[in-house]
């Protein structure tokens, strides 16, 4: 990486105190993917960093060092929407969280920078969003190299839209007969999911539950200790349902 990088795009993942008054924060950058920048003087009052850096909306950074931990020198908020709000500020949670624990650092993703944000800019924009996630978890998944081909079964068939189809973690899709004991490791899905979550043409018509359990599978492959976001979301629904009983 360059020693120098100016008025880079930005979404910030995480932010923590540092020192007496500055912030270490964790940015996934569109050409440089994800870096650990220090923000001296971040929390002092008079500082120009510190309502900048929040999450959820596109920040310009500018940075510089070689070492792991860069130096910010400058930030500036680029506009675009305000901040999410109920439950779609768990979701955007989420996303960052699963950008945040499954990305290298400072591996490029163009793609999945844009990825982030088109999902981030419906969330704050849009009330329903399942969708939405459902096509960013996929869509993740296949650019990190984790989703199975949604185009060829294990006999590199085609996928046909009116089959169903036996989904694990790490193993090609099989076509499912219908016969015999579901799997405990996999998902059973219609042909015409799988294309559609490929192609990025889910809606609200689409079969979104099993598209969760689908894309559910495997990041609990991935990430077996969890999603802090998802038990805090599940923690709230638990606590409202209790209060509404």
């Not at 844009?114 to 978890?137: G, I, S, V, W």
């Not at 969760?212 to 495997?218: E, G, I, N």
Request: some cysteine; overall charge positive.
């Amino acid at each position: 990486m360059s020693n120098r990088i100016n008025h880079q795009p930005v979404f910030l993942l995480t932010s923590q105190p540092w020192r007496e008054n500055s912030l270490r924060v964790e940015v996934f950058s569109r050409n440089y993917g994800r870096v650990s920048l220090l923000a001296r003087s971040a929390r002092t009052r008079g500082s120009e960093l510190r309502g900048v850096l929040v999450p959820f909306v596109p920040v310009s950074a500018s940075w510089f060092g070689k070492e792991e931990l860069k130096t910010l020198h400058r930030a500036e908020w680029l506009g675009g929407w305000a901040q999410p709000r109920q439950r779609n500020l768990f979701s955007a949670m989420y996303v960052n969280e699963l950008i945040l624990k499954l990305t290298a650092p400072e591996d490029p993703s163009p793609k999945l920078f844009d990825l982030q944000y088109k999902t981030l800019q419906a969330l704050c924009t849009q009330p329903e969003n399942a969708a939405d996630l459902r096509h960013f978890e996929w869509q993740l998944l296949s650019e990190l190299g984790f989703a199975p081909d949604y185009q060829r079964d294990d006999l590199g068939r085609a996928v046909q839209p009116e089959n169903f189809y036996c989904v694990r973690p790490e193993a090609a899709v099989q076509v499912w007969q219908g016969s015999g004991n579901l799997p405990k490791d996999g998902v059973i899905v219609s042909g015409e999911l799988l294309l559609q979550l490929g192609s990025g043409s889910l809606n609200a018509q689409s079969d979104l539950a099993t598209a969760l359990k689908l894309t559910r599978l495997l990041l609990d492959f991935r990430l077996p200790d969890g999603i802090k976001s998802r038990r805090v979301l599940q923690q709230l629904n638990q606590f409202k349902n209790q209060f509404a009983a």
